[in-house]
């Protein structure tokens, strides 16, 4: 039996104090009983705590033979095992196949949940739940015989691929595809330093109120940021700059052309439906909350950062000539806020918020992406590429949608 080794003495007061015999040591660090997390039955020691206490057993000299050690324990070992256990239980190679480019490279943060794709119906799908230990949640109608699976004993969220899990559902010969959820790294898109914007625009209105005087439509609402509002009026310093407004006015004046009659979601953090500029417009039937399965869409206010859909909804169905704000490009739509961003956004909750509304809708609002930096390529996964596609084959005259990228430029240039 291998000798216990005390790792008291390189804990923190606060941790947990875990006597290990050297291969299990060997096995942490590697990673291979996959899942650790905090708050499981055994203590998580990350990586570099784990070198760490090795490099000091053995002491700085032997450190070459530690690394030389490891990789050679890996190439022998663990890396070969690995693929055995791929090709001798019975894992066809479509099942195993990752879909790329959805995130979960660089993914941090993995979920108690699996797609999964089971041919037969519900019944089945819950059958086969029951026999391998998951909890079955449910259809995901995005795709045809595609159902929810979660994991009652697993962390809600874990920095590690459960890869064990996965396996287990793969090798039944009833399923025919799953992946395990995880965070997407989503960022909201926000207009970069709003301050100096805010300036500028301020001493170029100032510039053409001198050169050519109050802009045509300077008056039309009587809204305290109207006039800040270059989108929708002309509000060029010169005559001579190109012209990069929408030219909505004479739509609303001219045509008697608003809002009225369309239906929009914004896909984001929540609304606050209650605040005066968006109370008259507010639909509930176009809102749910898919961070935690309520019909309640507001942002919570604990964290700041929820704002971010509110503005958006602001900035579509803005209450006119209310002496407060601004006005909403589409002023007189109704307007619901679809809560997503408020909490891990997974391929699951995309293509749940995507398809939320299908036979109301006429717009999707979405300013949300990848990070905007130009180092990783990250797309739709493969749920929320099919609710995509349900969208446009399966709704006549299918919802217009609109996702936001860019304003980056300043940042990463």
Known sequence: MDELIDLS???????????????????????LEGGLSTGSDDICYQTSSLRQSLYNLMGL?????????????????????????????????????????VGVERAEHFLNQWAVHISGGPDIAEQVAEDLGFHYKGILYALPNHYLFSKKDHEPISPAESISHTVRLLNDPRVMWTQQQFAKHLEKRNSENREIWRLSRMMEQKSYRKETGISKYAKAFTDELWPMQWYMQDCRSSNTSTRIDFNVVPVYQELNITGRGVNIIVLDDGIDYGHEDLAASFSPDLSYNFNNDTNDCRPRSSDS???????????????PNNSKCGVGICYGAKVGGV???????????????????LDKAD???????????????????KLCAAAFDRGIKEVSFGPVVGMMFGNKYHRYQ
């Open 9 to 31: 003495w390189q804990t923190q007061p606060s941790d947990k104090i875990v006597l290990l015999p050297p291969t299990q040591l060997w096995k942490r660090s590697l990673n």
């Open 61 to 101: 000299k032997g450190l070459q033979t530690t690394l030389f050690s490891l990789v050679a324990f890996c190439a022998l070992y663990v890396i070969p095992s690995y693929f055995r256990l791929l090709q001798n239980e019975g894992l066809p190679h479509e099942k195993y196949s990752p879909y790329i480019h």
């Open 305 to 319: 950062r929820n704002k971010h859909g509110t503005r958006c909804a602001g900035q579509l169905v803005m209450k």
């Open 339 to 357: 809560k997503m961003l408020d909490g891990p956004s997974s391929d699951v909750i995309e293509s749940k918020a995507l398809q939320f509304g």
């Open 363 to 381: 717009i999707y609002s979405g300013s949300w992406g990848p990070p905007d930096d130009g180092k990783y390529m990250d797309g739709p996964g």
